[in-house]
Nanobody
Framework: QVQLVESGGGLVQAGGSLRLSCAPS????????MGWFRQAPGKEREFVAV????????YYADSAKGRFTISRDNAKNTVYLEMNSPKPEDTAVYYC?????????????????WGQGTQVTVSS
C-alpha cells in the first residue's frame, strides 16, 4: 500500500476554481492509476475521476465531466484535481486513492490505498 496525503482544500465560491493535490508519503506512485473520490455528509463515497499510470488516459464521473480535470506529474510524484466552476453540491471531503486494478478503476474496491481527505466547501 501507498500512504497518500491530500492538500489544497478549502472554501471556494461557486464559479471559482480550486486545485487539489495528492502526493505519496515516502514512495513513488508512478506504477499506479490514481483517482479522486468524494464524500458529502450523509452520503456514500463516490467516484470523481481517475488517471492512468502515465497520464495518457483519464475517466470521469458524469458529475465531473467538463468541469474537473485530473492530471499527474510523475516527476513531482503528484496528482492533481483541478475544479473549475464548482457548485455548492460539490461540497465534500475529497480523497485521493491508488489503484492497480484493470482500466478504468472507478469503484471503492478497485483502490487499495487512500489518503485522509481534504475538505472542499463551495459557497453560493
Amino acid at each position: 500500500q501507498v500512504q497518500l496525503v491530500e492538500s489544497g482544500g478549502g472554501l471556494v465560491q461557486a464559479g471559482g476554481s480550486l486545485r487539489l493535490s495528492c502526493a505519496p508519503s515516502g514512495r513513488t506512485f508512478s506504477r499506479y492509476a490514481m483517482g479522486w473520490f468524494r464524500q458529502a455528509p450523509g452520503k456514500e463515497r463516490e467516484f470523481v475521476a481517475v488517471i492512468n499510470w502515465n497520464g495518457g488516459s483519464t475517466y470521469y464521473a458524469d458529475s465531473a465531466k467538463g468541469r474537473f480535470t485530473i492530471s499527474r506529474d510523475n516527476a513531482k510524484n503528484t496528482v492533481y484535481l483541478e475544479m473549475n466552476s464548482p457548485k455548492p453540491e460539490d461540497t465534500a471531503v475529497y480523497y485521493c486513492a491508488a489503484s492497480g486494478s484493470s482500466w478504468p478503476p472507478s469503484t471503492f474496491s478497485d483502490f487499495h490505498s487512500w489518503g485522509q481527505g481534504t475538505q472542499v466547501t463551495v459557497s453560493s
